[in-house]
């Protein structure tokens, strides 16, 4: 008996670190990552100056209220590398260090996260993290870094799923929580095998601020894309998304200036409905209030942070005028029903669209209007304008 203790021990201990892990696993990103990031408005334009700005208006703005929580700075905040091959910020814009800055964006509350690339090079030209990956993660760790995203520039013939699973080992040696965005711009099906390596990742190139329409690159490259371009793309893809590891249909432009309010208010129903990170790209100290009620809008953020985590399907395509379906924890229905048409349109959703029997009652409520609309029989149509939606929820 005596000498069984150590072995039961050792048993116990080595159960209890495995299910702290598995539970580590499972409470990163267990809903999509909610937050802000710096290169959709600002692009190279980066400083400490701004970060602890946007920290203290997206506490101000109700935005923290609302579930955003990581402030992630993008591509430009490193210059070099030290003697010791150590990254550096940029001394002149970050001259307090990326530490003080963390420690700024944690006492408000909220989370901070920073960008690098799998290459040699980031895709501003900046060091990347190649050959670097555990001594970047280590100094990720010992700033506080709580969300990476890892790009997919200056990569020459590298493999894309073992360039990402090296750092994601260097990420879980550095012993510190942190969500890892795979940005590998879908070349390679990170869907197929971004489980367990990342917990989200882009599904297509760099979305542009407009409805729609696809844009080369000044090198030839192919694209980046509008808003509705990179909808279609996630066609197909549904099924690879879940609690902890998303499809990434990339961040937000909302309140950027490109497209409409009904545009951004259908930018912003889609990227809930697919069960999308909600990656605010846009200028926090300065919100339109109409912006502001879109980004904030509980009822819709309720659709993408349902707890079961799945990801919408189109169930109806007519034209112009498609019905996206997700399926809620509670068993209820989020519907989106919308008209990339340039006229109005009337978008009928039939029961049957949405896994129901047609003879069924249900609920319908009008989410953007946060209206009960009453019960409904066998379907529910309504007039939809053009370049907008109406996004429901149908509950039996
Ligand atoms: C790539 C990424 C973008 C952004 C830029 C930064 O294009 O896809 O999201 O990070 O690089 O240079």
């Given at each position: 008996m005596k000498r069984r203790a150590p072995i039961l021990l050792a048993?116990?201990?080595?159960l209890g670190s495995l299910a702290v892990s598995l539970d580590h696993e499972q409470s990163l990103a267990s809903t999509p990552p909610m937050g802000w990031n710096s290169w959709n408005?600002?692009?190279?334009?980066?400083?400490?100056?701004?970060?602890?700005?946007?920290?203290d208006a997206m506490v101000a703005s109700g935005m923290k209220d609302a579930g955003y929580q990581y402030i992630?700075?993008?591509?430009?905040?490193?210059?070099?590398?030290?003697?010791?091959?150590?990254?550096?910020?940029?001394?002149?814009?970050?001259?307090?260090?990326?530490?003080?800055?963390?420690d700024y964006v944690h006492a408000k509350g909220l989370k901070f996260g920073l960008y690098s690339d799998a290459g040699t090079k980031t895709c501003q030209g900046r060091p990347g993290s190649r050959g670097y990956e555990f001594q970047d993660a280590r100094q990720y760790a010992a700033w506080g870094v709580d969300y990476l995203k890892y790009d997919w520039c200056s990569t020459s013939t590298q493999d894309a799923r073992s360039s990402y699973e090296i750092m994601r080992a260097a990420l879980d040696a550095s012993g510190r929580a942190i969500v890892f965005s795979i940005c590998e711009w879908g070349n390679s099906r990170p869907w197929l095998w971004g489980k367990g390596v990342g917990n989200l990742w882009r599904t297509t190139g760099d979305i542009t601020d407009k409805w729609e329409g696809k844009n080369k690159w000044p090198n030839g490259d192919?694209?980046?894309?509008?808003?509705?371009?990179?909808?279609?793309?996630?066609?197909?893809?549904?099924?690879?998304?879940?609690?902890?590891?998303?499809?990434?249909?990339?961040?937000?432009?909302?309140?950027n200036g490109g497209m409409t309010v009904a545009e951004y208010r259908a930018h912003f129903s889609l990227w809930a409905i697919l069960a999308a990170p909600l990656i605010a790209g846009n200028d926090l100290r300065d919100m339109k209030p109409e912006i502001r009620e879109i980004l904030t809008h509980k009822e819709v953020i309720a659709v993408d942070q349902d707890p079961?985590?799945?990801?919408c399907r189109r169930v109806r395509k007519n034209g112009n005028l498609e019905v996206w379906s997700k399926v809620l924890q509670d068993g209820s229905r989020a519907v989106v029903l919308l008209n990339r048409g340039a006229a109005d349109g009337e978008i009928s959703v039939l029961w049957e669209d949405l896994?129901?029997?047609?003879?069924?009652?249900?609920?319908?409520?009008?989410?953007?209007?946060?209206?009960?609309?009453?019960?409904?029989?066998?379907?529910?149509?309504?007039?939809?304008?053009?370049?907008?939606?109406v996004m429901v929820t149908v509950k039996p």
């Open positions: 048993a116990i201990f080595m408005k600002f692009g190279c334009n980066v400083s400490e100056d701004l970060i602890r700005q946007i920290a992630v700075i993008d591509d430009c905040w490193q210059v070099e590398r030290d003697g010791n091959g150590n990254i550096v910020a940029d001394p002149k814009h970050f001259p307090s260090g990326m530490k003080a800055l963390a192919c694209c980046s894309y509008g808003m509705t371009d990179i909808l279609d793309q996630q066609v197909g893809l549904e099924s690879f998304a879940g609690p902890g590891h998303w499809n990434d249909p990339d961040m937000l432009e909302v309140g079961a985590g799945s990801q896994g129901y029997p047609a003879h069924l009652s249900a609920g319908v409520r009008d989410l953007w209007q946060s209206k009960d609309l009453g019960g409904r029989k066998g379907m529910f149509s309504a007039t939809v304008a053009p370049h907008s939606v």
